[in-house]
C-alpha cells in the first residue's frame, strides 16, 4: 500500500535557525508526494509538491523539500525559520483511484514549534 | 475569496441525530473529496468525486455516512444516528483534472457530538 511515515511528532528550533521535518514514503513505481501546513482550526495549505525533475523543490513562504530516491525520503526544508512558520505539518503520497481520478494519502503529522 | 467553502464551521448534536454538512470547492474544479481528521492524526479520505459521479468511498464511510453531488458542484456530507466516535474536522477539499495537481482545502466542519 502507498503510504508516507513523519517519524517525528514534533520538531523545536529556533528562530534563525534551518529547520527541517522528515518525511518517508513506501510506494509502488514513481512517487508523487505533498508537504501541506494545518494552522488551528483551519484547513489545509498547499506547500509544494515533488512530481519528477530536480530532486529540490521549492514552494510557498520559503520552504523547500529535497526527495531522495535512494533513501524513500522528503524532507520538507527551510533555511531560516520563523515564530509564524509554527505549525502542523503533513506529508502525503498521491494513490490513484478508478481510470483517472487519485487521492492523498497523509502522514500523522509533525507539529513545529520555532521559539524566539 | 474563492476558495473552498465548507459551512457550518462548528456543529454540536445530541447522540443519535442527524447532522449535514455543505462544501462549495473552486468553482471550476471537478474534482471533490471529503476527509475526517481526528485530534493528533492526519486527515483520511472518506469519499471522492469527479462532477457528480462518487467514484470511491473509503471503508471508513459507515452506512450512516452518505455524500452527493448532485449537479456537479457543491457537495453534501450526511451523518445518520450519530455516534460519539464521529467526532471530528470534516474537512472538503477540491482540485482541477490537471494532472498532479494540488488539493485545495476549506476550513472544515468541526463536529462535537454529546
Known amino acids: 500500500a502507498q503510504s508516507v511515515a513523519q517519524p517525528e511528532d514534533q520538531v523545536n528550533v529556533a528562530e534563525g535557525n534551518p529547520l527541517t521535518v522528515k518525511c518517508t514514503y513506501s510506494?509502488?513505481?514513481?512517487?508523487?508526494l505533498f508537504w501541506y501546513v494545518q494552522y488551528p482550526n483551519r484547513g489545509l495549505q498547499f506547500l509544494l509538491k515533488?512530481?519528477?525533475?530536480?530532486?529540490l523543490v521549492k514552494g510557498s513562504y520559503g520552504f523547500e523539500a529535497e526527495f531522495n530516491k535512494s533513501q524513500t525520503s522528503f524532507h520538507l526544508k527551510k533555511p531560516s525559520a520563523l515564530v509564524s512558520d509554527s505549525a502542523l505539518y503533513f506529508c502525503?503520497?498521491?494513490?490513484?483511484?478508478?481510470?483517472?481520478?487519485?487521492?492523498?494519502?497523509f502522514g500523522a503529522g509533525t507539529i513545529l514549534r520555532v521559539k524566539s | 475569496d474563492t476558495g473552498v467553502s465548507q459551512d457550518p464551521r462548528h456543529k454540536i448534536t445530541k447522540r443519535g441525530q442527524n447532522v449535514t454538512f455543505r462544501c462549495d470547492p473552486i468553482?471550476?474544479?471537478?474534482?471533490l473529496y471529503w476527509y475526517r481528521q481526528t485530534l493528533g492524526q492526519g486527515p483520511e479520505f472518506l469519499t471522492y468525486f469527479q462532477n457528480e459521479a462518487q467514484l470511491e468511498k473509503s471503508r471508513l464511510l459507515s452506512d450512516r455516512f452518505s455524500a452527493e453531488r448532485p449537479k456537479g458542484s457543491f457537495s453534501t456530507l450526511e451523518i445518520q444516528r450519530t455516534e460519539q466516535g464521529d467526532s471530528a474536522m470534516y474537512l472538503c477539499?477540491?482540485?482541477?483534472?490537471?494532472?498532479?495537481?494540488?488539493?485545495?482545502f476549506g476550513n472544515g466542519t468541526r463536529l462535537t457530538v454529546t
Open positions: 477539499a477540491s482540485s482541477s483534472v490537471a494532472a498532479n495537481s494540488p488539493l485545495h
Open positions: 468553482s471550476e474544479h471537478n474534482r
Open positions: 510506494v509502488s513505481g514513481n512517487p508523487y
Open positions: 502525503a503520497v498521491r494513490v490513484p483511484v478508478g481510470e483517472y481520478g487519485n487521492k492523498l494519502v
Open positions: 515533488y512530481i519528477t525533475g530536480d530532486n
